[in-house]
């Protein structure tokens, strides 16, 4: 597609719901992020996969967070029993290169999470 | 680890105004520092970047230098105009000795501006 696409774009999910978040990035794009971003914060990073393979999980905060890319395209993260500290904006981005070090990393515009 | 500090916003100018945002780092490699843009409503967008100490990234009138001395890379801009109002998030990516980074980056906390007319 022309950029990356998360859906849905807004979630209201009850505590103690599992939510799954979509990202869909940019066509033949190698490198996928995950970024949360809380209210009033830059962006923290969650994971990183090369094709399918999850290279850094370093960033999920606990066992409920996981994320998958299987066939090294498109990718879901999953949220088991959210907490209202799960509330934030998941950002998706991608990249072209495999060590996209120099190249542009692009970011779609996030999936809005509210639990209540 | 890692970390960027930006000034605390809001920063709220008139337009033809000059700008500036402070942005400094802590790394422990050889970072790239960059400058991404949050317009209203839209994903971050990549501003600018540079790669090595005193390399000047530069696009639609800003600019930022990277200092290593002062590990520093503040954006400015001559002459602000409304359609610039956003948040402006300074980030580094780390790399090793050996240059090799898969690119995770390290956001500050942003920087709201708005531009009056």
């Known amino acids: 597609g022309a950029g990356v696409s998360q859906s849905p774009r807004y979630k209201v999910a009850k505590r103690g719901q599992d939510v799954a978040l979509r990202c869909d990035p940019i066509s033949g794009h190698v490198s996928l992020f995950w970024y949360q971003q809380a209210l009033g914060q830059g962006p923290e990073f969650l994971t990183y996969f090369q094709n399918e393979a999850q290279l850094d999980k370093s960033g999920l905060p606990s066992d409920r967070f996981f994320a998958e890319r299987p066939e090294g395209s498109v990718s879901t993260l999953k949220i088991q029993r959210t907490q209202q500290e799960d509330s934030a904006v998941y950002l998706c981005?991608?990249?072209?290169?495999?060590?996209?070090?120099?190249?542009?990393?692009?970011f779609g515009e996030g999936s809005w999470l509210t639990v209540v | 680890g890692d970390s960027v500090t930006q000034m605390e916003g809001p920063v709220t100018l008139s337009e033809e105004a000059f700008l500036t945002i402070n942005c400094t780092y802590t790394a422990t490699g050889y970072p790239s520092l960059f400058w991404y843009v949050q317009y209203p409503g839209e994903g971050l967008q990549l501003l600018l970047k540079?790669?090595?100490?005193?390399d000047k990234g530069s696009n639609k009138g800003f600019e930022a230098t990277y200092r290593k001395e002062t590990t520093s890379f503040h954006l400015e801009k001559g002459s602000v105009q409304v359609s610039d109002s956003a948040v402006y998030f300074c980030a580094l990516s780390d790399r090793d000795a050996g240059g090799t980074s898969y690119g995770k980056l390290t956001f500050g906390q942003g920087t709201i501006l708005t531009v009056h007319p």
């Open positions: 981005a991608s990249s072209h290169a495999g060590i996209p070090v120099l190249d542009t990393i692009y």
């Open positions: 540079a790669t090595k100490a005193d």
